[in-house]
């Protein structure tokens, strides 16, 4: 009878802990969003972390497809519009860069898609603190982006006052940054078509050894007038991978 109750006792705290760590998660999955999404009434929090977000959705757009958004000149791999870095039409001759200034194009790229969204931030923070009876006065709009190694910073000039109950709150500038491989993978993806272009060839093998933070793959995509190279490059660290096409001493069909 004693081994019996005892039995019941360590079944009953048995339950209670499998009870308490269930409880546990299900209110740590509850709560988790809400402690990532910054309270209208800390703007500065609020809109750094809408251009972060706006930042990061614009990435994963660009990487798949050549570093754009809206590729024109593209092959297409996978179903993926990929752009074309380095291109040209006729067949023997190495590849022309098509875009020289690569990771310039990234931040313009980055800025020109999150201007709307982070604006559209802004007036909703500003019809929510309207709604509490905030004075909000608010003045146009600068946002820059900048690519570092292993980083991207946000920049947002922007005058936004608030008052309510004679107490005043300026703000002039919004500043973020956050973790991201685009920098070194633009870097690595000029090197390849660089080479494409004096060469028209890239030894990614060899590139890996003495580069040991990517993994390089190319793709032959097409025959004779379509021929192309795909090139997918993988930074080992976060496994985000960035597509590029080339073009370059293509040979005719039949040859």
């Keep these: 009878m004693k081994n019996k109750a005892q039995i019941t006792i ?30 209208m009434d800390n703007p500065q929090a ?4 809408c251009a972060r977000d706006a930042a990061s959705e614009a990435i994963d757009i660009m990487l798949p497809q050549g570093g754009y958004l809206n590729p024109v000149n593209y092959k297409l791999y996978n179903d993926t519009k990929v752009a074309y870095l380095c291109y040209i039409k006729a067949n023997y001759q190495p590849c022309i860069m098509q ?7 990234f931040e313009n790229e980055i800025t020109n ?3 709307g969204k982070i604006d559209l931030c802004f007036n909703q923070l500003k019809t929510e603190l309207e709604a509490k009876s905030h004075n909000v006065k608010m003045e146009g709009m600068n946002v820059s982006t900048i690519l570092g190694t292993g980083n991207v910073q946000i ?7 608030t008052e309510k109950n004679q107490e005043t709150r300026r703000f002039d500038s919004f500043k973020t940054a956050f973790n991201s491989p685009l920098y070194n993978l633009g870097i690595v993806a000029m090197d390849i078509a660089n080479e494409e272009a004096k060469y028209c060839n890239f030894e990614y093998l060899g590139y890996m050894i003495m580069h040991k933070d990517f993994s390089i ?19 080992r660290y976060t496994n985000k991978k960035l597509n590029i096409a080339i073009r370059s001493c293509a040979i005719p069909a039949g040859f």
């Design 155 to 161: 920049k947002i000039n922007r005058i936004f006052n």
């Design 217 to 235: 793959d190319k793709k032959p995509v097409g025959s004779g007038e379509n021929s192309s190279k795909i090139y997918i490059i993988n930074d």
């Design 46 to 49: 609020y809109i750094e972390k």
């Design 10 to 39: 360590f079944i009953i705290i048995a339950v209670i802990i499998v009870a308490g760590i269930a409880i546990f998660f299900i209110i740590i999955s509850k709560t988790k969003p809400e402690m990532q999404r910054p309270s």
């Design 113 to 115: 898609y999150i201007t």
């Design 99 to 105: 875009t020289p200034l690569f990771i310039e194009h």
